[in-house]
């Protein structure tokens, strides 16, 4: 009796071994929610294909495949941070799988999309090698800080006088000019406003309208009459 009690129990346990075995043997490629990823995902529907992916991945250990769709996924819906996670995931499962070095692929080109989607200026792809992603980031760090040095440095250097200096819409400023007319050594610069004439440039830098013919003389390289103006921006040469 005890002996046939016995028997039944191993007989018991080898069934139960055997369906484990039978469910650890099955693919997360057969799972319903996988197949229906994979129709979603011809159809066009990424977000719905990844969340079939998700599924299969939170009821089954190991799905290696999942993963690897789910990191396709992210990566057509440009979020490169969750579809490093998931190729790094199937690496880990399927480390001699022959499609594994094609993912380590995946995951550098995952992990240039991310360096780019930071803010400041993206690194070039080719200059991102295997340094891992928190050094990536601080070279970022210091190429935004030398950046904004630069910037610092080029605006003191606009803020000291300068013959050059750049001229405000409708103000005239005195300037050193190589082309000026020879019978005048100095010109002011104007540049033309909305409403301008010839009779309201000379009023607003000479307080009088009696300029006109001066200033169309200095400027007949634009102008082919004191009532032709030009278009609004031009600057034009006022002699002193």
Not at 9 to 23: P, S
Not at 39 to 48: L, P, S
Not at 212 to 239: C, E, H, W, Y
Request: one cysteine or more; hydrophobic letters at 35%.
């Amino acid at each position: 009796m005890v002996r046939a009690a016995f028997a039944l129990l191993v007989i018991l346990l080898a069934g139960c071994d055997d369906a484990g075995r039978t469910e650890s043997r099955t693919l997360d490629v057969e799972d319903p929610e996988f197949r229906q990823g994979q129709i979603f995902y011809k159809q066009g529907e990424v977000r719905k294909a990844l969340e079939c992916y998700l599924k299969v991945i939170d009821t089954r250990k190991g799905a290696a495949e999942a993963h690897l769709e789910a990191g396709r996924m992210y990566s057509d819906l440009q979020d490169p941070l969750p579809a490093i996670y998931h190729f790094n995931q199937y690496v880990r499962l399927k480390p001699t799988s022959e499609q594994t070095p094609m993912v380590k692929g995946m995951i550098r080109t995952a992990e240039k999309q991310f360096m780019q989607q930071l803010p400041g200026r993206p690194m070039e792809p080719d200059a991102l090698g295997s340094v891992d992603a928190n050094a990536r980031v601080r070279i970022l760090q210091i190429e935004n800080e030398k950046l904004k040095r630069e910037v610092a440095d080029l605006s003191r250097n606009q803020k000291t006088p300068d013959t050059k200096a750049a001229v405000n819409a409708g103000t005239a400023v005195a300037i050193p000019d190589k082309n000026a007319p020879e019978k005048s050594s100095r010109t002011q610069s104007y540049t033309i406003v909305k409403g301008d004439t010839l009779s309201i440039i000379s009023n607003k830098i000479f307080r009088d309208k009696n300029h006109v013919q001066a200033i169309f003389n200095a400027n007949r390289d634009k102008m082919s009459s004191p009532n032709a103006l030009p278009k609004i921006g031009t600057v034009l040469q006022i002699p002193e």
